[in-house]
């Protein structure tokens, strides 16, 4: 489905990386032929509502998340691991689009459709591969609200997180509306690692 030559340099092992990623691959499978189109008029219609998770002592973990219609948006998928090398890989898929995160403890390689495009860091800071700091996620106001910086400029607020929601609740507040496609890549692949990683608990 996606070339494999961006990862024959990694230390975890290619052949190890390589089976992973096609198992996590295969996980989202029942997801993957039921995920709409996925558009910017997609990115307001996201909710933190997930169908059909599951996690298994945060080793493992599966979702769906609906839009506030309860239309199948975005899978995600992850498997946390014991090596010095990998701590984590996770995954976000929409009907047209591929995101892998690849966590070495210092940092995440954020790939966006099998293109490197930045590396992630603590706290929720957003860096060019070339390690430029280009964006962030942060605190707005009281903290119950975050703000999606990407060079200097505004792309969304983020409504506070909420794990069980009563009913299908926005994730985004408030999104450019001139958003060009580098900041509609940029946004979808800060955002969805913020949202797995939040709704899992990520350590």
């Known amino acids: 489905m996606f070339p494999f030559n961006?990862?024959?340099?990694?230390?975890?092992?290619?052949?190890?990386?390589?089976?992973?990623?096609?198992?996590?691959?295969?996980?989202l499978a029942p997801y993957r032929d039921r995920l709409i189109p996925w558009d910017k008029e997609e990115m307001s219609l996201l909710s933190y509502t997930i169908a059909e998770g599951k996690t298994y002592k945060d080793q493992y973990g599966k979702g769906l998340f609906v839009s506030i219609y309860d239309e199948p948006l975005m899978a995600y998928g992850f498997k946390t691991y014991g090596h010095k090398k990998m701590k984590r890989i996770s995954m976000a898929e929409t009907g047209n689009h591929h995101m892998l995160y690849l966590d070495k403890h210092s940092h995440i390689e954020c790939y966006f459709n099998n293109q490197l495009v930045g590396l992630y860091k603590a706290p929720n800071l957003f860096y060019s591969p070339r390690k430029r700091l280009l964006g962030r996620i942060t605190e707005n106001g009281g903290g119950d609200y975050r703000s999606v910086i990407f060079k200097d400029k505004e792309l969304a607020s983020i409504n506070p997180v909420e794990t069980d929601p009563k009913f299908n609740k926005r994730v985004f507040d408030l999104l450019k509306s001139n958003i060009s496609r580098e900041e509609q890549v940029i946004l979808m692949t800060m955002t969805f690692y913020f949202l797995i990683q939040e709704i899992n608990n990520f350590k």
């Not at 990862?7 to 198992?23: I, P, V």
């Open 6 to 27: 961006i990862f024959d340099f990694m230390a975890f092992g290619a052949k190890r990386l390589k089976s992973e990623r096609e198992k996590l691959i295969e996980e």
